[in-house]
């Protein structure tokens, strides 16, 4: 089951990939299993899946400890300061940088393990009040802050799309969200690499892929609706 949905999505990366002359091999599926049990993961570990997304720490940890390591986890949801601690050394990148005080915890927590942990700075393209992240015209000033830190690597950009009714209106989202990495990238700048965007999730992937997205985040489309009911959170 979980490894049908994979492939139908790997498939239409590949689709989308094609339509706009890119190489599948320069998109990762990262399969978010947020509020989905370990025994989903392992199904989706069984089908070739090794990177995986959640958004709340203590969850990631769980995880972490449970499954095997040579899974990759991806910290995608909103992260807060006093937590960066517990995932400082589990986090293969963390997608949701949106402030210098955030960077400088991870700052801190990066010298402490002596690693360099690689971030993207998530920015909220549509300006949408209920979302994290900085507006498009605040990115490069905060990245011009955050590039001085050592123990932080900028690796690109993120966002979270609105949510519609037809991904199509979203291209000019994920399309902006392009430029502005493209700009970025022409500054050449130190500690900076603009090579990863991180941009669509299940109703918007394919769209995303066609304006130059180099990881998408899919949760729905590969192990279906998730419950939020009582305490399965
Ligand atoms: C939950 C989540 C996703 C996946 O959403 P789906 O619509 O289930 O694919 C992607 N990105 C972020 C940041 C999320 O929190």
Not at 183 to 188: A, C, H, R, V
Request: proline share 4%; net charge negative.
């Amino acid at each position: 089951m979980i490894r049908t949905q994979l492939e139908e999505v790997q498939e239409r990366i590949r689709k989308a990939c094609q339509r706009s002359g890119r190489s599948p091999e320069d998109v990762t599926l990262i399969a978010v299993s947020k509020t989905k049990p370990v025994s989903m993961i392992r199904e989706a570990m069984e089908a070739g899946q090794t990177v995986f997304g959640e958004n709340k720490v203590q969850e990631l940890c769980a995880k972490y400890e449970e499954l095997p390591k040579d899974l990759s986890w991806h910290m995608i949801g909103h992260l807060q300061r006093n937590k960066v601690k517990y995932i400082a050394d589990k986090a293969a990148l963390i997608h949701s940088v949106d402030s210098l005080r955030l960077a400088e915890t991870i700052e801190q927590e990066g010298a402490r393990h002596n690693r360099v942990i690689p971030v993207l700075i998530e920015v909220n393209v549509a300006q949408e009040e209920s979302k994290f992240g900085v507006s498009l015209e605040e990115t490069l000033p905060l990245i011009e802050e955050i590039a001085g830190l050592p123990h932080v690597k900028i690796r690109g950009l993120m966002t979270i799309a609105p949510f519609v009714e037809n991904p199509e209106e979203n291209r000019p989202v994920f399309a902006a969200l392009r430029q502005l990495s493209v700009d970025i990238k022409g500054k050449n700048m130190n500690n900076v690499d603009m090579d990863i965007l991180s941009m669509g999730m299940t109703n918007d992937y394919e769209v995303a892929v066609e304006e130059g997205a180099t990881m998408v985040r899919v949760g729905t489309g590969i192990f279906g609706a998730r419950d939020y009911s009582a305490e399965n959170r």
